[in-house]
């Protein structure tokens, strides 16, 4: 790390156990990724307002190259095993390495596809509005009609527009039985 490592006991006494083991959690993180150039970590004790004597809150503010950060500041509330400090300490900390994790994959551009619906282009559209053609990813060209379209109408789509679709073998060759507009949010009726 670039600069120093910054822990801050709030509403408890800083023990060297815990400071440690604060310290060892931020080597494994550095050591596993190499990219962390400043660390804050804040360990808000109980507040004792609750029945079972409450919560410890950890945040952990990581700053990465490029001005790209990693924040985890959420205890859940229900968890009881966020009574005990460790478990806090490292629940915060696993969240922390997963989404240090999804960083590094971005800055090294690795970022994990998951499969889903096949794209295409809106290649064609009939002058009655019933129905058109896409131009899939892998070139073919898809028939599709307008009571395949989901989130959209035909007078919503555009030649060039970008699309998923279910395919589907029709009469006549391959066919969209579900067309997604994408980009659109709302559903219209």
Request: overall charge positive; aromatic content about 6%.
């Amino acid at each position: 790390m670039q600069v120093p490592v910054q822990i801050d006991f709030q509403g408890i006494d800083a023990s060297d156990s815990a400071r440690k083991h604060v310290q060892d959690r931020l080597a494994d993180l550095e050591r596993k990724f190499g990219r962390i150039t400043a660390a804050h970590v804040a360990i808000k004790g109980p507040t004792g307002h609750h029945r079972k004597g409450g919560n410890y809150l950890v945040r952990i503010h990581l700053a990465l190259p490029e001005g790209r950060q990693v924040d985890v500041d959420r205890t859940p509330d229900a968890d009881e095993r966020h009574s005990e400090l460790i478990f806090a300490v490292d629940d915060a900390f696993n969240r922390a390495r997963r989404q240090l994790q999804d960083k590094v994959r971005r800055m090294q551009n690795v970022v994990k596809m998951h499969e889903g619906m096949p794209m295409a282009r809106v290649a064609r559209l009939d002058s009655s509005g019933e129905y058109g053609f896409l131009a899939a990813d892998d070139g073919t060209e898809i028939y599709f009609h307008r009571n395949a379209l989901v989130n959209a109408r035909m007078d919503d789509l555009a030649m060039g527009a970008r699309v998923t679709f279910a395919e589907s073998m029709g009469e006549k060759g391959p066919q969209a039985s579900t067309v997604r507009l994408m980009g659109k949010h709302q559903l219209r009726i």
